[in-house]
């Protein structure tokens, strides 16, 4: 059964920091992570491929979030430095056969975890 489960969101003032978790029950995938605000789009946030060779971030994000993996244990990390309140959403995890650099198409999805940053 393909399952996508988030951890690691919660309420943080801006500047500061949080590393969102992402446990996969398969490999040899490729993995993101996206937000999304009500009444708007889910974006994609980061991407890795499949040996987490290769990474795609949204220009919003550059510099501040970084995406990782531990393939051994089918973990995915977004470790977000530098938090703005307008980073403030949903984080999903999700997960796609192949990578496709900031492609939005993806086949499996996490439950989210929320993520609010103060002012």
């Known amino acids: 059964q393909v399952q996508l489960v988030e951890s690691g969101g919660g309420l943080v003032q801006a500047g500061g920091s949080l590393r969102l978790s992402c446990a996969a029950s398969?490999?040899?995938?490729?993995m993101g992570w996206f937000h999304q605000v009500p009444g708007k789009e889910r974006e994609l946030v980061a991407a890795i491929s499949r040996s987490g060779g290769s990474t795609c971030y949204a220009d919003s994000v550059k510099g501040r979030f970084t995406i990782s993996r531990d393939v051994a244990k089918k973990m995915v990390y977004l470790q977000m430095n530098s938090l703005k309140p307008e980073d403030t959403a949903v984080y999903y995890c999700a997960a796609r056969r192949t990578y496709s650099d900031c492609t939005r198409e993806y086949d499996y999805w996490g439950q989210g975890t929320q993520v609010t940053v103060s002012s």
């Open positions: 398969f490999s040899g995938y490729a």
